[in-house]
């Protein structure tokens, strides 16, 4: 089966039962500054797990984009990746556990749909603790659906919990069905989820829990359901294949790193699916309308890693001299921008932005080579090579650890390769925790009040758009924003830098529209509908379905309309006074602008 199939299955599947099919949500979250990334499909969903009415309705179902950094260890072996779709299916207080694992086990083994074998099938559900008890329900739901009670297996908090997605936030106890990815002979009839050809496929997740701050779990308004399951996984299952790297999502990519290596991917799986994985992660998160370019902050930090490791792989492997990246990129925009208008629209970003950065990577490699090389006598002996040298090479130019340890190597040096990597580590945990501390001092407001600090802020962030419209012209677009309790940080296509005039104008016009004291107002309609409207917003709607916008001010007193999730403040009387700090380039083509409220 073709990964287009089973999306469109799915859909159906879910739409057969009642859902509304919404689009995948942008992999950089919205007015989230405690992450990077969309890692769940939940993540979006958050306002409206915890109660908030979604303009699509109470049942919904999607495929959404996810990258997930805290799995890069383990990115390499056949089931793990950094970008992955997620396959989910929503209750948002109307359906819970009953239905969710029925209607999973009907998509999953009935003809019509998937046809798995049931007997190669296996469930966990979560065992109880101190905060939360044994979910005898689902227990008994999945007998009574002819599973042997041998491949039940109640799990612990670790395995079948799930949430919050940031340190507090809505979660819930889970259930997981798992395949065996085996022989088909040899399936053991007792589930045991140390053996790893039981492969985890489908998360169920009843969110019926709030985790406070303190720790504390309090009952949420209503019962939720939130399933995952990831695409990847599935293609290969249906397909058996044991390795998702041989499904139609990877193999194109394979194929042309083993014509680049000239060797085969039997024998270096590994660094293989690594520079797919990362190739494929840097090409979504580029691709995305929020104009990421690599950099050495947030998520264009993300970029930078995961090209330039890929680059470092294919040295390994023996790339040929010369830039690559581009023939791998374009087979990633090839095969996915049909599911994923906008990696068609963005596709010559993504292909300059790459080479630049790979054309960066080549010099900066250069230049801590003849570094290397100055300080090289330092390293008479092997004894005397410590790992913060070889950090400070890393921290100062870029140059990789495993570079350096190649470059011991050429020097026929005894030298402690594991001490080294130690004291490497060391010296990162070092750097991490001061930066660590840097960055904590961007909350001094203390996170206590800052969801109303940042819901001012957003609206901020409306009203500057619309002015930075109204004074630099109609070209104007957002690409992206950053909101923390303290500040605003807006991104716009613009090219040139602001006059101190230009900047007076649009911060009196958005403090104009705070002193008219301006009512904003939440409507649901159609993306058809909000465009006709004039809303601006970047959002694509591939299933038709409703998307919120907000406007501020009425009739001749309109400032802003914008397609988006909210939340806002009810007037903008509650905004205070509008200041820009920082106006400065943020890339080519872009302008930053920080902003903060008094
Ligand atoms: N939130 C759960 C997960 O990510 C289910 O979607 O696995």
Request: charged share 35%; net charge positive.
């Amino acid at each position: 089966m073709k990964a287009e199939e089973l999306r469109q299955k799915y859909l159906d599947f879910f739409k057969s039962k009642g859902h509304t099919i919404i689009s995948s949500a942008s992999l950089i979250p919205e007015n989230d500054p405690t992450v990077l990334f969309t890692t769940a499909g939940m993540h979006p969903l958050v306002p409206y797990l915890l109660g908030e009415k979604h303009p699509a309705g109470k049942r919904l179902a999607n495929i959404q984009k996810c990258i997930r950094t805290t799995d890069i260890d383990e990115v390499g072996d056949s089931t793990h990746h950094t970008f992955f779709e997620m396959l989910g299916n929503w209750s948002l207080g109307d359906y819970f556990k009953k239905e969710s694992i029925k209607w999973s086990w009907e998509f999953l083994t009935s003809p019509k749909w998937l046809n798995l074998d049931k007997n190669l099938l296996a469930v966990s559900v979560f065992a109880g603790d101190e905060n939360a008890p044994f979910d005898k329900e689902s227990f008994e739901i999945w007998k009574s659906l002819g599973i042997n009670e041998k491949r039940i297996v109640k799990l612990g908090k670790k395995e079948n919990w799930w949430g919050p997605a940031g340190e507090s936030g809505p979660c819930g106890a889970d259930t997981e069905i798992f395949y065996w990815t085996g022989d088909p002979q040899k399936v053991p009839e007792t589930f045991n989820d140390d053996n790893d050809n039981w492969v985890e496929i489908w998360n169920n997740v009843f969110m019926e829990y709030n985790k406070e701050k303190s720790g504390k779990l309090t009952l949420l308004k209503q019962k939720n359901v939130d399933t995952g399951m990831g695409l990847e996984r599935i293609l290969a299952v249906i397909n058996n294949y044991n390795d998702n790297y041989k499904t139609e999502l990877f193999s194109d990519l394979i194929k042309k790193i083993e014509e680049l290596s000239n060797k085969k991917y039997r024998e270096n799986k590994k660094e293989m699916r690594i520079i797919a994985d990362h190739i494929k992660a840097a090409v979504f998160i580029m691709g995305d309308d929020k104009g990421v370019t690599p950099s050495n902050t947030d998520q264009g930090y993300i970029v930078r890693r995961l090209i330039r490791r890929a680059i470092r792989i294919g040295k390994q492997l023996n790339f040929p001299n010369q830039l690559w990246t581009k023939d791998l990129t374009e087979i990633v925009i090839k095969n996915y921008q049909d599911t994923y208008n906008e990696l068609k629209k963005n596709k010559n970003f993504v292909l300059k932005e790459t080479e630049k950065e790979e054309k960066k990577f080549l010099q900066t490699i250069n230049k801590g080579l003849k570094k290397f090389k100055k300080i090289k006598g330092k390293f008479k002996s092997g004894k005397e090579v410590k790992g913060e040298d070889i950090f400070n090479l890393y921290q100062t130019y870029g140059f990789p650890l495993e570079m350096s340890l190649e470059e011991l190597q050429k020097m026929k040096i005894d030298f402690d390769t594991e001490k080294i990597k130690k004291e490497f580590k060391e010296e990162e945990k070092k750097h991490q925790e001061l930066s660590r501390t840097a960055s904590a001092g961007k909350f001094k407001g203390g996170l206590a009040n800052a969801k109303e600090e940042t819901i001012k802020l957003h609206t901020a962030a409306h009203l500057l758009l619309a002015s930075l419209k109204k004074v630099l012209g109609n070209h104007v677009e957002q690409r992206g924003s950053n909101i923390t309790a303290e500040r605003l940080r807006f991104d716009f296509s613009h090219n040139q830098k602001l006059t101190d005039e230009e900047k007076e104008k649009v911060e009196n016009l958005v403090n104009d529209a705070i002193q008219k004291k301006l009512d904003v107002k939440m409507e649901e309609m159609s993306l058809e509908e909000a465009k006709k409207q004039g809303a601006t917003g970047i959002f694509e709607s591939k299933y038709g379905e409703k998307v919120k916008v907000y406007t501020i001010g009425e009739g001749e007193n309109m400032v802003s309309k914008e397609i988006c999730g909210g939340p806002h403040v009810k007037n903008t009387r509650e905004l205070g006074k509008f200041k820009i700090k920082k106006e400065q380039s943020s890339s080519a083509g872009v302008r930053r602008i920080k902003a903060i409220l008094e």
